[in-house]
């Protein structure tokens, strides 16, 4: 995956109840990644989404961090 990409969120990390409700919001949805940061601590990246068409305003009013886990490609030549 790299910046640009279009990726499908399918599933959500546990979160606290207020950061959750965006997130499920999200799920089945595409966005295209805005950045990624590598944290090696947990062996994983996050994946920047500016998500706020989610809640009725324009994508960068939200913006969340996902792990790449919870994505999928949303490029049918990509997909596995």
Same mark, same amino acid.
């Given at each position: 995956?790299?910046?640009?990409?279009?990726?499908? %969120? %399918?599933?959500? !990390?546990?979160?606290?109840?207020?950061?959750?409700?965006?997130?499920?919001?999200? %799920?089945?949805?595409?966005?295209?990644?805005?950045?990624?940061?590598?944290?090696?601590?947990?062996?994983?990246?996050?994946?920047?989404?500016?998500?706020?068409? %989610?809640?009725?305003? !324009?994508?960068?009013?939200?913006?969340?961090?996902?792990?790449?886990?919870?994505?999928?490609?949303?490029? !049918?030549?990509?997909?596995?």
């Amino acid at each position: 995956m790299k910046i640009g990409d279009r990726i499908k %969120v %399918v599933a959500i !990390p546990a979160l606290e109840a207020e950061t959750k409700a965006i997130f499920e919001l999200c %799920v089945g949805r595409i966005f295209p990644i805005l950045g990624i940061v590598p944290v090696p601590e947990i062996g994983t990246e996050l994946l920047e989404l500016h998500v706020g068409e %989610v809640v009725g305003k !324009p994508p960068y009013m939200h913006s969340i961090w996902i792990e790449k886990e919870f994505v999928t490609s949303a490029d !049918p030549a990509t997909m596995d």
